[in-house]
Antibody, heavy 120, light 110 residues
Framework: QITLKESGPTLVKPTQTLTLTCTFS??????????VGWIRQPPGKALEWLAL???????RYSPSLKSRLTITKDTSKNQVVLTMTNMDPVDTATYYC????????????WGQGTLVTVSS | QSALTQPASVSGSPGQSITISCTGT?????????VSWYQQHPGKAPKLMIY???NRPSGVSNRFSGSKSGNTASLTISGLQAEDEADYYC??????????FGTGTKVTVL
Protein backbone atom coordinates (compact mmCIF):
# COMPACT_ATOMS: atom_id res chain seq x y z
CA GLN A 1 0.00 0.00 0.00
CA ILE A 2 1.45 3.29 -1.12
CA THR A 3 1.13 6.30 1.16
CA LEU A 4 2.67 9.76 1.10
CA LYS A 5 2.59 12.54 3.66
CA GLU A 6 3.75 16.12 3.43
CA SER A 7 5.29 17.97 6.36
CA GLY A 8 6.69 21.42 6.93
CA PRO A 9 5.81 24.86 8.27
CA THR A 10 2.24 26.09 8.06
CA LEU A 11 3.31 29.74 8.11
CA VAL A 12 6.28 31.42 6.46
CA LYS A 13 7.16 35.08 6.11
CA PRO A 14 7.66 36.83 2.78
CA THR A 15 11.19 36.42 1.36
CA GLN A 16 11.81 33.32 3.48
CA THR A 17 12.64 29.89 2.07
CA LEU A 18 10.07 27.12 2.35
CA THR A 19 11.23 23.56 2.95
CA LEU A 20 8.70 20.75 2.59
CA THR A 21 9.31 17.06 3.16
CA CYS A 22 7.38 14.21 1.58
CA THR A 23 7.70 10.97 3.54
CA PHE A 24 6.43 7.92 1.72
CA SER A 25 6.00 4.19 2.13
CA UNK A 26 4.96 1.25 -0.03
CA UNK A 27 7.47 1.89 -2.79
CA UNK A 28 11.14 2.67 -3.26
CA UNK A 29 12.61 5.61 -5.11
CA UNK A 30 15.41 3.32 -6.21
CA UNK A 31 13.00 1.36 -8.40
CA UNK A 32 13.59 2.06 -12.08
CA UNK A 33 11.12 4.52 -13.59
CA UNK A 34 9.48 5.68 -10.37
CA UNK A 35 9.15 9.35 -9.54
CA VAL A 36 7.77 11.68 -6.86
CA GLY A 37 6.30 15.02 -7.76
CA TRP A 38 5.09 18.17 -6.04
CA ILE A 39 1.90 19.98 -6.96
CA ARG A 40 0.30 22.98 -5.30
CA GLN A 41 -3.16 24.52 -5.21
CA PRO A 42 -3.89 28.07 -4.00
CA PRO A 43 -7.19 28.36 -2.12
CA GLY A 44 -10.06 28.12 -4.56
CA LYS A 45 -7.75 27.84 -7.56
CA ALA A 46 -6.38 25.22 -9.92
CA LEU A 47 -3.65 22.65 -9.48
CA GLU A 48 -0.15 23.71 -10.50
CA TRP A 49 2.67 21.24 -11.15
CA LEU A 50 5.94 22.26 -9.49
CA ALA A 51 8.64 19.63 -9.74
CA LEU A 52 9.45 15.96 -10.17
CA UNK A 53 12.38 13.74 -9.19
CA UNK A 54 13.08 10.30 -10.60
CA UNK A 55 14.69 7.19 -9.21
CA UNK A 56 17.91 8.05 -11.09
CA UNK A 57 18.00 11.59 -9.64
CA UNK A 58 16.78 13.16 -12.89
CA UNK A 59 14.87 16.32 -11.97
CA ARG A 60 12.24 18.40 -13.76
CA TYR A 61 10.91 21.80 -12.77
CA SER A 62 8.07 24.07 -13.74
CA PRO A 63 9.61 26.59 -16.17
CA SER A 64 7.90 29.52 -14.41
CA LEU A 65 9.28 28.57 -10.97
CA LYS A 66 12.52 26.83 -11.90
CA SER A 67 14.76 29.54 -10.48
CA ARG A 68 13.15 29.21 -7.05
CA LEU A 69 12.78 25.45 -6.71
CA THR A 70 15.07 22.63 -5.66
CA ILE A 71 13.97 19.02 -5.33
CA THR A 72 16.09 16.33 -3.69
CA LYS A 73 15.64 12.79 -2.45
CA ASP A 74 16.92 10.65 0.38
CA THR A 75 16.28 7.10 -0.72
CA SER A 76 17.37 5.58 2.58
CA LYS A 77 14.81 7.67 4.46
CA ASN A 78 12.06 7.36 1.83
CA GLN A 79 11.83 11.14 1.63
CA VAL A 80 11.70 13.82 -1.03
CA VAL A 81 12.38 17.44 -0.11
CA LEU A 82 11.21 20.53 -1.99
CA THR A 83 12.65 23.94 -1.26
CA MET A 84 11.17 27.16 -2.61
CA THR A 85 13.03 30.41 -2.13
CA ASN A 86 11.81 33.98 -1.83
CA MET A 87 8.30 33.11 -0.72
CA ASP A 88 5.51 35.58 -1.48
CA PRO A 89 1.88 35.77 -0.36
CA VAL A 90 0.83 34.49 -3.81
CA ASP A 91 2.61 31.23 -2.91
CA THR A 92 -0.02 30.56 -0.26
CA ALA A 93 -1.39 27.16 -1.20
CA THR A 94 -1.92 23.54 -0.29
CA TYR A 95 1.18 21.65 -1.33
CA TYR A 96 0.84 18.01 -2.36
CA CYS A 97 3.40 15.33 -3.08
CA UNK A 98 2.44 12.41 -5.28
CA UNK A 99 3.76 9.12 -6.67
CA UNK A 100 4.44 8.82 -10.38
CA UNK A 101 4.44 5.20 -11.57
CA UNK A 102 6.99 3.74 -13.92
CA UNK A 103 7.18 5.25 -17.41
CA UNK A 104 4.10 7.36 -16.86
CA UNK A 105 3.16 11.00 -16.65
CA UNK A 106 0.39 10.77 -14.10
CA UNK A 107 0.14 10.65 -10.32
CA UNK A 108 -1.66 7.62 -8.98
CA UNK A 109 -1.18 8.20 -5.25
CA TRP A 110 -1.30 11.56 -3.48
CA GLY A 111 -0.53 12.83 -0.02
CA GLN A 112 -3.21 14.61 1.97
CA GLY A 113 -1.60 17.98 1.30
CA THR A 114 -0.29 20.65 3.63
CA LEU A 115 -1.49 24.25 3.67
CA VAL A 116 1.29 26.81 3.67
CA THR A 117 0.40 30.43 4.34
CA VAL A 118 2.79 33.22 3.45
CA SER A 119 2.24 36.25 5.62
CA SER A 120 4.20 38.69 7.69
CA GLN B 1 3.93 26.94 -20.39
CA SER B 2 0.31 27.96 -20.17
CA ALA B 3 -2.36 26.02 -18.31
CA LEU B 4 -4.58 23.83 -20.43
CA THR B 5 -8.01 25.35 -21.04
CA GLN B 6 -11.09 23.75 -19.50
CA PRO B 7 -14.64 25.08 -19.17
CA ALA B 8 -15.21 26.59 -15.74
CA SER B 9 -18.34 24.58 -15.14
CA VAL B 10 -20.42 21.77 -16.59
CA SER B 11 -23.71 20.50 -15.25
CA GLY B 12 -26.10 17.66 -15.88
CA SER B 13 -28.99 15.76 -14.40
CA PRO B 14 -28.62 12.35 -12.79
CA GLY B 15 -28.33 9.66 -15.42
CA GLN B 16 -27.22 12.02 -18.15
CA SER B 17 -23.82 12.12 -19.82
CA ILE B 18 -21.52 15.12 -19.73
CA THR B 19 -18.23 15.86 -21.45
CA ILE B 20 -15.42 18.07 -20.20
CA SER B 21 -12.93 19.41 -22.71
CA CYS B 22 -9.25 20.14 -22.19
CA THR B 23 -7.59 22.21 -24.89
CA GLY B 24 -3.86 22.60 -25.29
CA THR B 25 -1.41 22.82 -28.14
CA UNK B 26 0.65 20.56 -30.35
CA UNK B 27 3.40 20.90 -27.75
CA UNK B 28 1.37 19.18 -25.07
CA UNK B 29 -2.06 17.58 -25.54
CA UNK B 30 -1.76 17.23 -29.29
CA UNK B 31 1.76 15.92 -29.30
CA UNK B 32 1.62 13.07 -26.80
CA UNK B 33 -0.73 10.44 -25.47
CA UNK B 34 0.01 11.42 -21.89
CA VAL B 35 -3.20 13.12 -20.86
CA SER B 36 -4.57 12.37 -17.41
CA TRP B 37 -7.75 13.36 -15.60
CA TYR B 38 -8.22 13.90 -11.87
CA GLN B 39 -11.32 14.22 -9.70
CA GLN B 40 -11.15 16.38 -6.60
CA HIS B 41 -13.83 16.65 -3.95
CA PRO B 42 -13.78 19.67 -1.62
CA GLY B 43 -10.99 19.47 0.92
CA LYS B 44 -9.62 16.26 -0.54
CA ALA B 45 -6.56 15.33 -2.57
CA PRO B 46 -7.04 14.73 -6.29
CA LYS B 47 -7.82 11.20 -7.47
CA LEU B 48 -6.55 9.79 -10.75
CA MET B 49 -9.49 8.86 -13.00
CA ILE B 50 -7.92 8.47 -16.46
CA TYR B 51 -4.32 8.13 -17.62
CA UNK B 52 -2.65 7.97 -21.03
CA UNK B 53 -5.73 9.60 -22.63
CA UNK B 54 -8.18 6.74 -22.20
CA ASN B 55 -7.02 4.22 -19.59
CA ARG B 56 -8.82 3.75 -16.29
CA PRO B 57 -6.93 2.80 -13.14
CA SER B 58 -8.18 -0.23 -11.28
CA GLY B 59 -11.23 0.64 -9.21
CA VAL B 60 -12.41 3.60 -11.27
CA SER B 61 -15.93 3.24 -12.60
CA ASN B 62 -16.34 2.49 -16.30
CA ARG B 63 -18.75 5.43 -16.42
CA PHE B 64 -15.62 7.53 -16.83
CA SER B 65 -13.97 7.54 -20.25
CA GLY B 66 -11.34 9.63 -21.99
CA SER B 67 -10.49 10.50 -25.56
CA LYS B 68 -8.44 12.92 -27.62
CA SER B 69 -8.75 14.64 -30.97
CA GLY B 70 -6.01 16.96 -32.12
CA ASN B 71 -5.11 19.40 -29.37
CA THR B 72 -8.24 18.70 -27.32
CA ALA B 73 -8.78 15.90 -24.84
CA SER B 74 -12.14 15.03 -23.35
CA LEU B 75 -13.49 13.32 -20.26
CA THR B 76 -16.98 11.86 -20.50
CA ILE B 77 -19.00 10.88 -17.47
CA SER B 78 -21.97 8.72 -18.35
CA GLY B 79 -24.86 7.88 -16.06
CA LEU B 80 -24.12 10.94 -13.97
CA GLN B 81 -24.45 10.38 -10.22
CA ALA B 82 -24.57 12.72 -7.26
CA GLU B 83 -21.16 11.50 -6.12
CA ASP B 84 -19.64 12.72 -9.40
CA GLU B 85 -20.12 16.32 -8.30
CA ALA B 86 -16.56 17.57 -7.91
CA ASP B 87 -13.80 19.51 -9.60
CA TYR B 88 -12.01 17.85 -12.51
CA TYR B 89 -8.55 18.62 -13.81
CA CYS B 90 -6.72 17.42 -16.88
CA UNK B 91 -2.95 17.28 -17.19
CA UNK B 92 -0.54 16.67 -20.02
CA UNK B 93 3.10 15.94 -20.64
CA UNK B 94 4.80 18.73 -22.59
CA UNK B 95 7.57 19.00 -25.16
CA UNK B 96 9.76 20.52 -22.44
CA UNK B 97 9.58 17.23 -20.53
CA UNK B 98 7.43 18.87 -17.89
CA UNK B 99 3.80 18.60 -16.86
CA UNK B 100 0.96 21.10 -17.13
CA PHE B 101 -2.47 21.02 -15.51
CA GLY B 102 -5.74 22.39 -16.80
CA THR B 103 -7.72 25.30 -15.39
CA GLY B 104 -10.23 22.98 -13.78
CA THR B 105 -13.94 22.30 -14.27
CA LYS B 106 -16.61 22.25 -11.61
CA VAL B 107 -19.17 19.53 -12.30
CA THR B 108 -22.60 20.10 -10.82
CA VAL B 109 -25.27 17.40 -10.66
CA LEU B 110 -28.62 19.12 -10.92
Amino acid sequence: QITLKESGPTLVKPTQTLTLTCTFSGFSLSTSGVGVGWIRQPPGKALEWLALIYWNDDKRYSPSLKSRLTITKDTSKNQVVLTMTNMDPVDTATYYCAHQPTTAWDFDYWGQGTLVTVSS
Amino acid sequence: QSALTQPASVSGSPGQSITISCTGTSSDVGGYNYVSWYQQHPGKAPKLMIYDVSNRPSGVSNRFSGSKSGNTASLTISGLQAEDEADYYCSSYTSSSTLVFGTGTKVTVL
